[in-house]
């Protein structure tokens, strides 16, 4: 299973373009990088999930370099409701689709 | 996406007594759900997988005797926390995992709050 490593935690202000980089040495070939999002007391957020190059919906862009050794998701203008955790996750596909291990994941602080 | 829900969302409940907590499915069917605990200011740790129509799979360290697990339909599976005690006080989340294409996504219920007094 790939270990990922994120920044503990991280401030931006409203109206910034906010990058969160996820490290992920052992990813495997056929492992996807999936974000979600966690507010205080509530279950996480799915936000984006991609496996290689760039992918972007209505919330975020996610960037995958070609090693796929890490990746990073780009929250464009952030509000202070972006305030939250954020977590990478590196998962199988098909078979491999148990054993969710989640890091610590960054915080985000969004200051007006 | 799939559309999780939980019951209760949150729980009191005297130490000793047992706790049961209900993850369901609305929108799609789901052999596999993940149960899932998280501490003040921690990451979640996967407890469990929910398999429907067969026993749960433990992680290491979490007790089968103490989360009991039943998953009798595509829909549904709960969690009964045995014998309480106020260091089961915790975040409870599920999940079922759904993609036909790509990567296996999980979707998230909201979580239920369980206060062991």
């Known amino acids: 299973l790939a270990k990922t490593t994120q920044p503990i935690s991280m401030d931006s202000y409203e109206g910034q373009e906010v990058n969160i980089t996820c490290s992920h040495n052992?990813?495997?070939?056929?492992?996807?990088i999936t974000w979600y999002q966690q507010f205080p007391s509530q279950g996480p957020r799915f936000i984006i999930q991609g496996y290689k190059t760039k992918v972007t919906n209505e919330v975020a862009s996610l960037f995958i370099p070609a090693d796929r050794k890490s990746s990073t998701l780009s929250l464009p203008r952030v509000s202070l409701s972006d305030t939250a955790v954020y977590y990478c996750l590196v998962v199988g596909y098909g078979g491999s689709q148990g054993n969710l291990i989640f890091g610590k994941g960054t915080k985000l602080s969004v200051k007006p | 996406g799939a559309v999780v829900s939980q019951h209760p969302s949150r729980v009191i409940c005297k130490s000793g007594t047992s706790v049961k907590i209900e993850c369901r499915s609305l929108d799609f069917q789901a052999t596999t759900m993940f149960w899932y605990r998280q501490f003040p200011k921690q990451s979640l740790m996967l407890m469990a997988t929910?398999?429907?129509?067969?026993?749960?799979?433990?992680e290491q360290g979490v007790e089968k005797d103490k989360f009991l697990i039943n998953h009798a339909s595509l829909t549904l599976s709960t969690l009964t926390v045995t014998s309480a005690h106020p260091e089961d006080s915790s975040f409870y989340i599920c999940?079922?995992?759904?993609?036909?294409?790509?990567?296996?996504?999980?979707?998230f219920g909201p979580g239920t709050r369980l206060l062991v007094l």
């Open positions: 052992n990813i495997a070939t056929n492992d996807y």
């Open positions: 999940s079922v995992t759904a993609g036909a294409q790509g990567g296996q996504t999980q979707y």
């Open positions: 929910s398999n429907e129509g067969s026993k749960a799979t433990y």
